[in-house]
């Protein structure tokens, strides 16, 4: 985290550099790989090109004797610039997954506690809906045994678990 946070605060200090070559950014970029790298060359992205300006080589950035940036808050590589591209390109996705990890953390809470205290009898009888009415009628529909699959039953779980937050959010209101 460090490592993006130098790259935005570089970015963000050079932003009033121009690229000198704005057809091909790499030519005009500082592109220096570490000999025992154990990383893979990132090809260069067009996506989020402000931060290419961390990249930029000026007259005041000092070279150490191997090649590599002497300050490490005054100038990136372009693979160190690309690192932080393709983490900023995984947020949305991170970013959408929290609509199914916060139904199921609040299943995980309280619901199961309650479940575990309530009482399923109805006099000397139990309603057992799922197995006995849900599981046949998606064995006729389905031709399958079981009905649906693990993974089906997954997906809808956690569709159902979405749907009751939305309802709990609009009840709460």
């Known amino acids: 985290m460090e490592s993006v946070a130098q790259v935005v605060a570089v ?56 090649g590599s940036a ?40 309280f619901v199961v506690f309650q479940a575990l205290q309530s009482n399923r009898r109805l006099g000397k009888t139990s309603f057992q809906i799922y197995d006995r009415l849900l599981v046949r009628f998606l064995q006729r529909l389905k031709g399958k045994e079981g009905g649906i699959t693990l993974l089906q039953r997954i997906g809808i779980g956690i569709f159902l678990s979405a749907i009751a937050m939305l309802v709990s959010g609009f009840v709460g209101q």
């Open 70 to 109: 002497a300050d490490p808050w005054g100038l990136f590589s372009m693979q160190q610039v690309e690192e932080v591209k393709c983490l900023l390109r995984v947020l949305p996705i991170w970013a959408a997954a929290l609509v199914f990890h916060i139904p199921i953390v609040q299943q995980q809470t």
């Open 11 to 66: 970015s963000f200090a050079k932003r009033h550099l121009k690229v000198k070559v704005p057809e091909q950014p790499c030519l005009s970029m500082f592109v220096y790989m570490p000999p025992n790298s154990i990383n893979s060359k990132l090809p260069y992205t067009n996506q989020f090109r402000c931060l290419d300006k961390a990249a930029i080589l000026t007259p005041e950035d000092k070279m150490n004797p191997d």
